[in-house]
């Protein structure tokens, strides 16, 4: 016992000042924030350490391995141990055991403080089941990785060489499925999460009883690898091709591209139209004049789809209202309007001018016939009253139309070009905040006249949500950690609630953050396919991803295509999709994934 | 003194036999042969890359030979390598120790590694090496951190104590207090001491035997009186050349001049081969370093050494 | 002279060929599966490129040499300092120069014209070479005297980072001089990476610019070598 407790002494003096590093980075900097925090917005105290801990956890444990191993395997140290009478199992494993129990707890210790001042994410609590198993496995292997090759440079670089193998190596060889991390993710919302937790922890626990195992017998038997320049150029390599092979397997563009229809330099597809057969492409293109002014230039072409492929007509310039009109309209769901049934040329646009003492406008544009021109009249509704967040909701059924704000403004459409104010009321609706995958109600704004399902579409049309009233699904974007896509169900519609059973959710994982698009701009559903569109502006990273939300894992990316400026997607009903960007590509559907 | 007890005070402490080692193809002990009584002081002597550390190691079981056998209080390094490293003290050549370590927290981790630890002789080494208990290993100056070695070997009173080198590093001040404070402890116990080094003027003084490895072969092993005794350099004329070369024994033999100088390994057989010689052949003692140069350099030819040799015989 | 060469290339040589091996592999693999937009992917290939080279260049010349022990023997032949430092620069440059090539070749041969025009492509590798040939400049004077390749490589991140900064001041502030940007070499990707509102500094000014900072380093890296001796 004496001798165990020599070595527990000696183990815990030399590696207790990476339980004070870790908890001061992993535990300290997040209260920090979350006193900022509260100080600043009068917010309950709370912390975000999880974030910090699933990125960087992982790094830090392997540190920590690499430190304490290569210590005592210095030259002279590792003499002097090696001639006093004590095994060299007995040594490493108390070192090994110090060093992972200082590892899972800088891990854990921020994710229990985090769950108990209130956040009872049901991720978070699971993921205090599993996240102690990926770190010892990380750890392990980083543990090895010190005692094989006892220089803490070189070990430090193949450990993360490991660890980056232990990310992505499951994303790409199935049979590794048990071990894939980037699935524990959102593990509470896939059927049997109690088993997969449970094979992933044993699959882990595994990889961390043979890298023990191996480190042991590394230093009991004298194996090294002579590390060298060599080899930490090696490792640097290793890691970028890891990254790159597995982002190329994952999110390589995997839709076929069946037909690909160039545009002129600087042009770019706002949007599509198209009904199967014959459809409009808006494009847009920024100008910069001799002075240094800016303006976009909107053109329309014609699409046609024939036997043969797309087919794409002149470009013809559109200027003045007509070139709001489509520019409005290339807009897409971002701003919320409406078109009175049976009309597919006019639509309705609700607009608040924050500075103008909040008045709200409604705007009619009514394409002619002839399509050279378009008639737009505004009708101001209200002023004044509470500063209105959102851009007013707006619903056509019939011959009526409905405004929603601070006010609720209804107007007969009889004449969709010339819409008659009936009545302007006050109204109140509380929009509907994101909610994590789970079933929800969703109470529904009292609008007489206005039936359940436009009451439904009013109450989802926010920038962040989109309702497919076909396939009765709701999906929504967010961006708060990350991108993230959730999708439910409509299961119930009475007058006054729709309630919502969760189809799946996923969360950007890191390789997707690192190569992948940012926040979602928009979505388009088709037949269960989910098409993601990328906020267009950022041209430096953009793909398409396509979820599926028939398989057995939704969402799960069933495809993806990445190409300059995408900025629209029009499925079609055979399953091939137009996709718009600095080009236009007509693809085909994904290959089956599960 | 019970039969058993009286066969383990008389059976050697330090065995081998046969022992070869290479190491990637270059062979580094080419079949040693080697054995130490109890209770004595022994000399492990041979130049740089003999294989006196490979040997050492050996001994503590952190190397395994290619061929041969070793044993080391009985007991074989390979199967019993912690009972040995427990009755043995060690200290290595140019010891590290844990830096961040106080003196006194080092001796307080190492002590329950030793059954036989002796904790009031620790304190005493400690008093007598004058070590400064709350100071870190790495604030130690080089003279101290080997006396904390040295103070690791003894304190649990070991039956052996292997040295390697341990004054290398250590200015001459510092290696005559450490050569004291060994000797101190060496007398009035009967601890066998095998010592390795390469300063043989000071180890002469302690060491009761020697051994000599050279090129990975024991070369010579006997006491140290009976090997001053029977290695002498004999000095005649140049006519008795002939004579001194056909000597049994003959270890080194070179010329200068008009003389001639030959070292001889058996002064009696010499002197009885020479008997008939009618040339006057002067006998002259050597000192442990000029008996090891014999051993390892000299040659029964023409020698680069031999005008060394002779100045100092002139 | 040649047997200088001759030492460093022996040294050198695997390094180049490991290099171009990856970046080449990681320009394949990008634009072969067509993770993003093809400009995307070669910005990243650039990037890496331009990041990562002058690193691994700068340190292993020097400070490894210094770290090995070897740098002593090296400076006590009968051969100026500044002889040993140009060929030294010569090879570092040929290995950031060559991964950029071998990356350009498979990009222009996998993507040429496919999504980018083929020009803009050869450019835009172009201009990233020429930032990574500068940063190797920088790194390699500044980390000259540093004793070992860890702390150099510190150094040189370090080096990159406050680049990158300089480079971007007038992101920050559009009043800070032309001059200011021009001094950074991660200038002449500028425009690429940055909002194009804020006009970039001309290219040749940048060259220019370049090659006077480049003259003023490596004539100090050079007495620092011989310095280094004493």
């Known amino acids: 016992m004496g001798q165990l407790k020599s070595l527990l002494w000696k183990e815990w003096r030399e590696t207790r000042i990476f339980l004070w590093i870790g908890l001061g980075i992993f535990l300290g900097l997040p209260c920090v924030g979350g006193l900022e925090n509260t100080f600043q917005s009068a917010h309950r105290f709370d912390i975000f350490a999880s974030p910090w801990v699933f990125m960087f956890g992982g790094v830090f444990a392997m540190f920590v391995a690499v430190a304490t191993t290569c210590r005592d395997l210095v030259i002279g140290i590792e003499e002097f141990w090696r001639s006093r009478p004590v095994g060299v199992v007995r040594w490493f494993l108390m070192k090994y055991a110090v060093g992972l129990a200082i590892s899972v707890t800088v891990c854990v210790v921020p994710l229990v403080v985090e769950w108990m001042l209130g956040s009872r994410d049901s991720e978070l609590t699971l993921a205090l089941a599993w996240m102690p198993f990926l770190c010892a496995a990380l750890y392990s292997v980083a543990f090895a990785a010190g005692c094989l090759i006892r220089r803490p440079a070189h070990a430090a670089m193949l450990a993360l060489a490991g660890l980056l193998l232990i990310y992505f190596l499951p994303l790409v060889v199935p049979p590794l499925w048990i071990v894939n991390t980037m699935a524990m993710f959102d593990v509470g919302f896939r059927d049997g999460a109690v088993f997969i937790i449970v094979s992933f922890a044993l699959g882990m626990a595994g990889i961390a009883v043979v890298m023990l195992a191996l480190g042991i017998a590394a230093v009991r038997y004298r194996w090294r690898i002579d590390a060298g320049r060599r080899l930490m150029y090696g490792a640097v390599g290793a890691v970028l091709l890891i990254i790159f092979a597995t982002a190329g397997y994952q999110l390589g563009t995997n839709l076929p591209v069946l037909q690909e229809v160039h545009l002129p330099d600087g042009e770019t597809v706002a949007n599509i139209r198209f009904d199967g057969q014959r459809g409009t492409v808006v494009t847009t293109q920024l100008v910069v004049d001799d002075l240094g002014r800016e303006s976009i230039v909107i053109r329309l072409r014609s699409l046609d789809l024939t036997p043969a492929g797309i087919q794409l007509g002149e470009p013809r310039k559109v200027v003045g209202r007509l070139a709001g009109y489509y520019w409005n309209w290339a807009q897409k769901e971002r701003v919320p309007r409406a078109t009175p049934p049976g009309n597919p040329d006019v639509f309705y646009t609700a607009s608040i001018d924050w500075w103008a003492d909040n008045e709200c406008w409604l705007g009619t544009y009514s394409l002619r016939a002839d399509k050279s021109a378009v008639d737009y009249s505004e009708i101001k509704l209200w002023s004044g009253g509470p500063a209105e967040v959102r851009t007013p909701r707006i619903q056509a059924s019939g011959d009526r139309l409905y405004v929603m704000g601070s006010q609720l403004a209804t107007f007969d459409i009889t004449n969709p070009t010339a819409p008659r104010l009936i009545s302007c009321v006050a109204f109140s609706f509380h929009p509907r905040y994101g909610a994590d995958a789970t079933a929800f109600s969703l109470t529904l704004p009292g609008v007489p006249g206005l039936p359940a399902e436009g009451r439904l579409r009013a109450a989802t049309q926010t920038p962040d949500d989109y309702y497919f009233p076909d396939d009765r699904v709701l999906c929504e974007d967010s961006d708060a950690g990350g991108s993230q896509v959730a999708a439910w169900r409509l299961s119930k519609l009475t007058d006054n609630v729709a309630v919502f059973q969760p189809i799946g959710q996923w969360k950007e994982t890191f390789l997707e953050e690192l190569f992948g698009a940012e926040t979602v701009e928009s979505m388009t559903l088709r037949d269960g396919l989910l098409y993601a569109v990328p906020w267009h502006h950022s041209a430096a990273k953009n793909f398409v991803t396509v979820f599926d939300l028939r398989g057995p894992h939704p969402l799960s990316p069933a495809g993806h295509f990445g190409a300059p400026g995408i900025s629209a997607v029009c499925p079609l009903p055979d399953g091939r999709a137009l996709i718009g960007g600095n080009q236009l590509w007509l693809v085909g559907p994904p290959p089956t994934r599960h | 003194m019970s039969q058993t007890t009286a066969n383990q005070a008389s059976s050697p402490v330090i065995e081998l036999r046969g022992v070869r080692k290479s190491f990637r193809r270059k062979e580094v002990l080419r079949g040693v042969d080697l054995s130490v009584p109890p209770g004595q002081t022994f000399a492990f002597l041979g130049r740089n890359g003999a294989g006196k550390t490979t040997t050492i190691r050996m001994l503590l079981g952190l190397l395994r030979p290619d061929a041969g056998q070793v044993r080391v209080l009985g007991l074989d390094p390979q199967r019993d390598a912690l009972e040995i490293r427990r009755r043995v003290g060690y200290l290595a050549e140019d010891p590290v120790l844990f830096g961040w370590m106080r003196v006194g927290q080092l001796l307080s981790f190492t002590r329950p590694f030793y059954p036989t630890w002796d904790q009031t002789w620790a304190g005493e080494l400690a008093d007598r090496f004058e070590l400064p208990m709350e100071t870190r290993i790495k604030y130690l100056s080089k003279g101290q951190s080997v006396r904390v070695a040295l103070l690791l070997a003894l304190a649990h009173r070991p039956e052996l104590v292997i040295l390697d080198d341990p004054t290398l590093g250590l200015d001459p001040i510092m290696r005559k207090e450490f050569l004291r404070d060994l000797v101190t402890y060496l007398q009035g116990e009967r601890v066998s001491v095998f010592f390795s080094s390469h300063l043989l003027y000071e180890i002469e003084p302690v060491a009761d035997s020697v051994v000599i490895l050279d090129r990975g072969r024991v070369v010579i092993q006997a006491p140290t009186e009976q090997l001053r005794a029977d290695v002498k350099r004999l000095i005649a004329p140049l006519d008795a050349e002939a004579a001194l070369r056909d000597l049994p024994g003959l270890l080194d033999v070179s010329v200068r001049g008009r003389q001639v100088a030959a070292v001889v390994s058996d002064i009696a057989a010499a002197r009885t081969a020479l008997v008939a010689c009618p040339l006057p052949v002067q006998e002259m003692d050597l000192n442990l370093d000029e008996i090891f140069e014999a051993y390892v350099i000299g040659q029964t030819k023409e020698s680069p050494h031999a005008e060394a040799h002779l100045e100092r015989v002139e | ?230």
């Not at chain 3, 290339?9 to 990856?22: D, P, R, Y």
């Not at chain 3, 702390?151 to 007038?170: N, Q």
């Not at chain 3, 001094?183 to 990476?193: G, Y």
């Open chain 3, 1 to 230: 002279m040649r047997k200088l060469i001759w030492k460093e290339w022996n040294e050198q040589s695997w390094k180049l060929a490991f290099g171009s091996v990856v970046l080449a592999a990681l320009a394949f693999i990008g634009l072969r599966s067509r993770i993003l937009a093809d400009e995307t992917m070669v910005m990243w290939v650039c990037f890496l490129g331009f990041s990562l080279l002058p690193i691994l260049a700068s340190t292993g010349l020097v400070p490894a040499e210094r770290s090995d022990g070897t740098l002593e023997a090296l400076l006590s032949l009968p051969v100026t300092p500044r002889r040993i430092l140009a060929v030294k620069t010569a090879i570092g440059l040929l290995l950031v120069a060559g991964p950029m090539i071998a990356a350009a070749i498979v990009s222009v041969a996998l993507a040429g014209n496919r999504e980018m025009d083929l020009a803009a492509m050869v450019i835009l590798y172009a201009r990233s070479m020429l930032t990574a040939l500068s940063l190797f400049i920088w790194m390699m004077a500044l980390t000259i005297r540093l004793p070992s390749e860890a702390r150099a490589a510190m150094l040189a991140l370090g080096v990159l980072i406050l680049l990158a900064f300089i480079a971007s001041a007038r992101l920050v502030n559009p009043q800070v001089p032309m001059i200011v940007a021009e001094l950074s070499p991660l200038s002449f990707i500028h425009d690429v990476v940055a909002d194009q509102k804020i006009p970039a500094p001309p290219l040749l000014a940048i060259v220019g610019v370049q090659l006077g900072i480049a003259a003023v380093l490596w004539t100090w890296a050079s007495r620092s070598l011989a310095n280094g001796a004493n």
